[in-house]
């Protein structure tokens, strides 16, 4: 549709509601991105106070600027990332205006109003970047009654719900994840053409010499590792009670290491406390810089996803299950619809039923053997070679902003004649 996009290169401001670094969906876009030419920005929030701007390979940097007057607690209260927050909107805007921006690319529902006002103002497009489905998300917090105070105003899922039917109306594109995303944002009056899906892949590299024999653990051990989030929905306490399961039933051979921190975290150690289980029978780790907990990740047997299958993880697709295809890592994974249909169409895993530890670890004792282990690790790595990778994605990534952000130029060219 655009003719010569190779030859253009646009302003691209992507906003990012936490602090930065550090978030694998953000570098990944923002560096597909820079190495495509565009010149990107990233504005993050500054709950650590560090330097206002700071060049990355991936984007050059712009934080909130401190209000130390008020000191530190209340400070980062104030930027906490809500919709209507006045200093979110003031960084969006001045960044976008000092760099002349000809896009705004905004991460999730948060802080998509305030984005959509200030690109209205600026008279740029905007592209909302849903990693999530943040109501859903909000919902499985409330159900699993985990949420704040600070919950109850600026992430209550009937607010968000409603914010997300604002603004799915009012951006030009939507990026969703999975297919299951955009089918959802269809059944809400989305058209199929301002959908695209640029998905949570790993660039293909990373494969490299994983169809190898695997050195079994000296010990005979089977190490199940889970990378992500510490929440109650996401099933960690789940692979707990499987690995209890497991060793109650003479099973000791199995144990899991869990890389990630969260809001739960302190239940599940409390959880694997009181079960008996030792430091050697599940490991954590705590938040680990990615390199490191990728490392972490590849010296495991089996990658676990016990997501529970609600509405938020069967329309959203993680991260992890990806990692562990480039791994060699067979999947072990709850019934999610996506993770579910991946596993299915390539061979690399096996499912079963969300929420049911028991069933989890008969999944698991499917593995034992190292052969097992073997085919489903090496088909993994030849679906990320062939379909899943980060590559592919970056195609469909470079030619939806060049077609918006374009298009939208046109339009306002044709308008002005």
């Known amino acids: 549709m655009i003719d010569n996009l190779a030859n253009t290169k646009l302003r691209i401001v992507y906003v990012w509601d936490a602090d930065y670094p550090w978030d694998v969906r953000t570098e990944k876009t923002c560096l597909a991105l820079t190495?495509?030419?565009?010149?990107?920005?990233?504005?993050?929030?500054?709950?650590?106070?560090?330097?206002?701007?700071?060049?990355?390979?991936?984007?050059?940097?712009?934080?909130?600027?401190?209000?130390?007057?008020?000191?530190?607690?209340?400070?980062?209260?104030?930027?906490?990332?809500?919709?209507?927050?006045?200093?979110?909107?003031?960084?969006?805007?001045?960044?976008?205006?000092?760099?002349?921006?000809?896009?705004?690319?905004?991460?999730?529902?948060?802080?998509?109003?305030?984005?959509?006002?200030?690109?209205?103002?600026?008279?740029?497009?905007?592209?909302?970047?849903?990693?999530?489905?943040?109501?859903?998300?909000?919902?499985?917090?409330?159900?699993?009654?985990?949420?704040?105070?600070?919950?109850?105003?600026?992430?209550?899922?009937?607010?968000?719900?409603?914010?997300?039917?604002?603004?799915?109306?009012r951006v030009d594109h939507i990026i969703t994840v999975v297919e299951a995303s955009s089918r959802r944002l269809r059944k809400l009056?989305?058209?199929?053409?301002?959908?695209?899906v640029v998905s949570n892949t790993p660039p293909s590299a990373r494969t490299a010499g994983r169809q190898i024999e695997r050195s079994p653990s000296p010990d005979g051990r089977i190490t199940v590792a889970y990378l992500g989030l510490l929440e109650l929905p996401r099933g960690i306490g789940d692979l707990i009670d499987a690995i209890d399961i497991l060793h109650r039933t003479g099973h000791t051979e199995f144990s899991a290491l869990i890389v990630g921190g969260g809001r739960d975290e302190d239940l599940f150690r409390k959880r694997a406390e009181k079960l008996g289980l030792s430091e050697s029978d599940i490991r954590f780790f705590g938040r680990l810089p990615h390199g490191e907990a990728l490392s972490v990740i590849a010296t495991a047997d089996i990658g676990i996803i016990p997501h529970h299958a609600t509405e938020c993880w069967n329309t959203t697709i993680p991260n992890k299950l990806f990692d562990y295809m480039s791994m060699a890592l067979p999947v072990v994974s709850s019934d999610a619809e996506p993770c579910r249909d991946v596993i299915s169409a390539t061979g690399a895993g096996r499912t079963f039923r969300s929420g049911d530890a028991h069933d989890m670890a008969a999944t698991l004792l499917n593995f034992q053997a190292e052969d097992t282990r073997k085919s489903a690790g090496d088909a993994g790595v030849k679906a990320v070679l062939q379909t899943y990778n980060w590559e592919s994605d970056t195609d469909r990534l470079n030619r939806i902003?060049?077609?918006?952000?374009?298009?939208?130029?046109?339009?306002?060219?044709?308008?002005?004649?």
């Open 401 to 417: 902003v060049y077609d918006v952000a374009l298009r939208k130029t046109a339009k306002r060219k044709l308008r002005g004649a």
């Open 35 to 169: 190495q495509a030419g565009h010149d990107v920005h990233i504005v993050a929030r500054n709950s650590k106070h560090e330097q206002l701007t700071e060049s990355l390979p991936e984007a050059t940097v712009h934080r909130m600027r401190p209000w130390r007057v008020v000191g530190k607690r209340l400070d980062v209260a104030l930027g906490f990332p809500a919709f209507f927050s006045p200093r979110w909107r003031s960084l969006i805007s001045n960044t976008a205006g000092e760099v002349n921006a000809d896009l705004i690319i905004v991460r999730d529902i948060p802080l998509c109003p305030t984005a959509i006002s200030v690109s209205k103002r600026l008279g740029i497009p905007v592209i909302l970047d849903m990693a999530e489905n943040y109501p859903a998300m909000m919902r499985d917090i409330w159900t699993a009654q985990r949420h704040s105070l600070t919950d109850y105003l600026v992430r209550n899922p009937k607010l968000t719900e409603l914010v997300e039917k604002y603004c799915i109306k």
């Open 189 to 196: 009056g989305v058209a199929q053409e301002d959908l695209t």
